[in-house]
Nanobody, 114 residues
Framework: QVQLVESGGGLVQPGGSLTLSCVASGIIFSTTGWIWYRQAAGKERELVAVVTSLSTTNYADSVKGRFTISRDNAKNTVYLQMNRLKPEDTAVYYC????????WGQGTQVTVSS
């Protein structure tokens, strides 16, 4: 059974940084791509960043240049380094695998506010 556990969220001031982690179990981590999504209150879930099995990355325009997605296959973990955070980054952040797109974790709340 695939399980995803996100962590690292919190309250941060505008301009600050956070690093999110997602630990996966029950999956051959290294052979699939990983995606971070976010969902703000009252809005639809949106794609934030993707890292493929070959570690190619892609980003939503709204986070390009500020966020960095990475993966550690030895730790079954995908990260999202978020810098220069803005209030509009406030959302619940979720990780997801390309192989099991219907499996979600509980998410981690990121709140950017002064």
């Amino acid at each position: 059974q695939v399980q995803l556990v996100e962590s690292g969220g919190g309250l941060v001031q505008p301009g600050g940084s956070l690093t999110l982690s997602c630990v996966a179990s029950g999956i051959i981590f290294s052979t699939t791509g990983w995606i971070w999504y976010r969902q703000a209150a009252g809005k639809e879930r949106e794609l934030v960043a993707v890292v493929t099995s070959l570690s190619t990355t892609n980003y939503a325009d709204s986070v390009k240049g500020r966020f960095t997605i990475s993966r550690d296959n030895a730790k079954n973990t995908v990260y999202l380094q978020m810098n220069r955070l803005k209030p509009e980054d406030t959302a619940v952040y979720y990780c997801n695998s390309a192989r099991y797109p219907n499996t979600w974790g509980q998410g981690t709340q990121v709140t950017v506010s002064s």
